[in-house]
């Protein structure tokens, strides 16, 4: 009546739901891990840039400390030198309206956006997977498993509670181990998604904000006060 025996007399359709369900419980715990890792990073790099760019430091000296050789731009960065770099790149051409200039910012800054929200929304689905069909899955298995042993137990002339008990324990630890798969990806989710959704609204409000600066910058350089 151990565990493991339960496991290793149970049917094979009842054990092949914990293994799947063993198998989603694993991988959700790497993705949890990994989201940890990113989430974290992606927090670091957005309060580091956002002391250095309301520092007052010069933009363009912010570019090039960003987009020094070997180093790799990430979370609200991106964004930043996607905007200035096609600010730059416009105001060097001739003849472009400075709403022409504007438009291609946002157009720039609006793809580093949602690339960078995208890195952030990463195998989430994968756990709102897990945390949603975990427990049916298992209620699956246990279903099957008391009906195998029901169907046993009709060959057997006097049932008792001792050949009942361990059809049923065997069939119910596949609910146990589906909702064991379910309850921390669906905490992890919650989490992460709510973590995702703040910093995607902290990179929206940083692009609009930048825009702001840009606008300001480009309509001073045409109205002749550089």
Known sequence: MSIW????????????????LLAASIFSWIVIFQRIRVLKEAKRVRATFEEN??????????????TQEGRKVE?????????IKEFTRLRQSHNVDP???????QRAMRVALYRE????????PFL?????????????????GIMHSFIGLA???????????????????ATAIGLAAAIPAVIAYNRFSST???????YENFADEFTSILHRKVHVREGGAV
């Open 196 to 202: 995702a959704e703040s910093l995607g609204s902290s």
């Open 117 to 124: 929200e995208e890195k952030l929304d990463q195998h989430l």
């Open 155 to 173: 060959e057997v002339q006097q049932a008792t509670l001792a050949t009942v008990a361990p059809g049923i324990a065997e069939a119910l630890i």
């Open 53 to 66: 760019f309301w520092s007052g430091i010069d933009l363009s000296q912010l570019y090039r400390k960003l």
């Open 99 to 105: 709403e022409a200039i504007m438009d291609g910012v």
């Open 75 to 83: 979370g609200m960065e991106n964004i930043f030198t996607s905007g």
């Open 128 to 144: 709102a997977t897990v945390g949603s069909t975990s427990p049916y899955i298992g209620l699956f298995g246990t279903v099957w």
């Open 5 to 20: 025996g339960l496991i290793a007399s149970a049917s094979f359709v009842v054990q092949l739901v914990m293994l799947t």
